[in-house]
Structure formats: C-alpha cells, structure tokens
C-alpha cells in the first residue's frame, strides 16, 4: 500500500533508445510532478499535472513527454535517450486546495542510467 | 526568480545538536519547508514554517526563520545516527504552484 510507487527503480540502456518510467498515487491527490535529481543531488522540477491537465512545463528538450491518464497516473517518456539524462527521476503528489500545497509526497525514485 | 541556497555539507558527534541553514531569494515566499532524503529513497517532509511565524517547534526540530534576512534554519537536537541524510529547505510563493528547492545539506552524524 505504497502512497506514490514508480516503476522501474532501475533502468539501464543505451544512447538513442526509447524509455518509459510509471507512476502512479492511491493518496487521491490532484496534483503529481516529475522531478530530476542529477549527480550532485541538485532536484529540478520538470512538468507538474492537475487533475490531468499540464500546469508546470520547465525548460525540459520535448524528447521529455509527460502523460497523465488520470489525476492517480503520471507518466513519463523519453525519446532518443542522452548520456545526461542519466539520473533519478522523482515522482511526486501533493493537494492544491488549502494554502500549503507544498506538502509532497515522493516516491522512491527511478534511477536511468544511460551508456 | 526564486533561488535557495545552503551549504553543502554538515558533520556533527551524536548526541550533540545540529543546525542546517538555508538563505531565499523570494520575498513572497509563503511557506518554507525541511525535507529529508536518507540514502536511496524520496524525499520525506519534516517540517514546514508559515512565512508570518518566527518559529515552530516538533519534537527534537526547530525551525527558526527571519523573513527580513531570508534566512531559514533548521535545528536537531540530540542527533542520532539515523539523522544521517540530505537535508533540503524548499519555499513556494504566494501565488505559486511550484515549489523550488535548495541543493541540500548532506549531515553526517559521527557515533
């Protein structure tokens, strides 16, 4: 009964391959992000979805597509992968109504290692 | 735009306090926030301050803000070694839906 579970929590291919990383919440949250943590731990937000709607879109190649089922699903594509896009990406939730809508809930995280 | 920095890392003996700083550039920042990160996991929320307080108190946390300073600080008392992690201070502003995190404090705790 994980709150906010990704699959896969390691994934390793090569340069030019397609990859998928799920993500999927049972907090009944209406918000989920995509984060990416690079090698020095620094963490960047990458989209942000709200009730399957697209709210945040940073400075991410379009390679990176996001997709979002249903307000309990987000997940993410990665076209022609890169050497620097190896790193962890983390899944998260949160509730926007209330004033503190920055109580999120992560996931464990998936680590892309690209060769 | 929004920028939070602190400094890279933090040792300290068990037992004794450690105190993590954290400096905002955003002064509409309305909630500042302490996240945890042990070693292969997600990030966990520890703690949150509302931007009209000074200071809150959990349990061996204290959080201590100065708005005028943009200056955030998170104190744990008693260290034990299963404090040993990265520490991230985090805001969101007024009128956001982002929240923009810091590069983290790594704190060893030494027996």
């Known amino acids: 009964d994980t709150a906010v579970s990704q699959t896969p929590k390691y994934l390793v291919t090569q340069m030019g391959n397609d990859k998928s990383i799920k993500c999927e919440q049972n907090l009944g949250h209406d918000t989920m992000y995509w984060y990416k943590q690079d090698s020095k731990k620094f963490l960047k937000i990458m989209f942000s979805?709200?009730?399957?709607?697209?709210?945040i879109n940073e400075t991410v190649p379009n390679r990176f597509s996001p997709k979002s089922p249903d307000k309990a699903h987000l997940n993410l594509h990665i076209n022609s992968l890169e050497l620097g896009d190896s790193a962890v990406y983390f899944c998260?939730?949160?509730?926007?109504?209330?004033?503190?809508?920055?109580?999120?809930?992560f996931g464990e995280g998936s680590r892309l290692t690209v060769l | 735009g929004e920028d939070v920095e602190q400094s890279l890392f933090l040792s300290v003996r068990e037992g004794d306090s450690s105190v993590i700083n954290c400096t905002y550039t955003?002064?509409?920042?309305?909630?500042l926030y302490w996240y945890k990160q042990e070693p292969g996991a997600g990030l966990q929320l520890l703690t949150y301050i509302f931007s009209n307080m000074d200071m809150k108190q959990d349990q061996r946390l204290t959080v201590l803000l100065n708005k005028k300073d943009k200056h955030l600080s998170l104190r744990i008392a008693d260290t034990q070694t299963g404090d040993s992690a990265i520490y991230f201070c985090a805001e969101i502003a007024a009128a956001g839906n982002k929240l923009t995190f810091g590069g983290g404090t790594r704190v060893l705790v030494k027996p």
């Open positions: 979805y709200n009730n399957k709607e697209l709210i």
């Open positions: 955003d002064s509409s920042s309305t909630y």
């Open positions: 998260a939730s949160s509730q926007r109504t209330g004033a503190n809508t920055g109580e999120l809930f």
